[in-house]
């Protein structure tokens, strides 16, 4: 019997050419464009894998999987992302991925890792490989976290209450990207909320208290 096998990805047309991609090696038993979408449809339709963005509205692919992990579906995680933070990456198999690879390398990569993840092993990309397992030797609270020059500025404006609108106006970058940086700096800094974000803003004297 062929593997079941979910899409996720809030671009329709990147779902759709993934969707094309995977039939070499299973049945797309569903396309969803959000994290709650995907934890409905593997409830319902219980997938052998999932192949999941990284960033999606409504809950990422991250928490996605845990919360099906929590509720006791074992199907197996395939992230494809544009992240290539070691970071995400080694994030992403502590909380119990069989796989991670970038977008821009999906094809016969995906394949590959598709067929690694059937056969019980995990798939991760050689674009990060050698970053990511320094990462996972690494203490978890050994530093704290460095954030890059543009990190800090949206911390910095999302601090000082600005929508997320106006900072990617200000910046001349997209809503999206901006959602991106906000949710990387939550994942960087261990935090869940925007209160939180302004508390380490404050304690690190992005902004004035």
Known sequence: MRPKIIIADDHAMVADGLARIVLDVGDVVATVRDGL???????????????ADVTMPGMSGIDAMRQL??????ARFIFLTI???????????????????????????????LRTVLEGRT????MVTKEVLLNLASSETSAEP?????????????AQGERLKEIAFSLGISVRTVEDHKYQLMRTLGVES???LVRFAIKQRIIPD
């Open 37 to 51: 979408e995907l934890v409905d449809a593997a409830r319902r339709l219980h997938p052998d894998i999932i192949v």
């Open 69 to 74: 992990r929590k509720e006791g579906i074992p």
């Open 83 to 113: 992240h290539t933070e070691a970071r995400l990456a080694a994030e992403a198999l502590r909380a119990g991925a069989s796989g991670y690879l970038l977008k821009h390398a999906a094809g016969e990569e995906l394949l590959a890792a």
């Open 123 to 126: 798939y991760l990309t050689p």
């Open 146 to 158: 460095r954030l890059t020059p543009r990190q800090r500025e949206v911390l910095r404006r999302i």
């Open 194 to 196: 925007t209160a939180d």
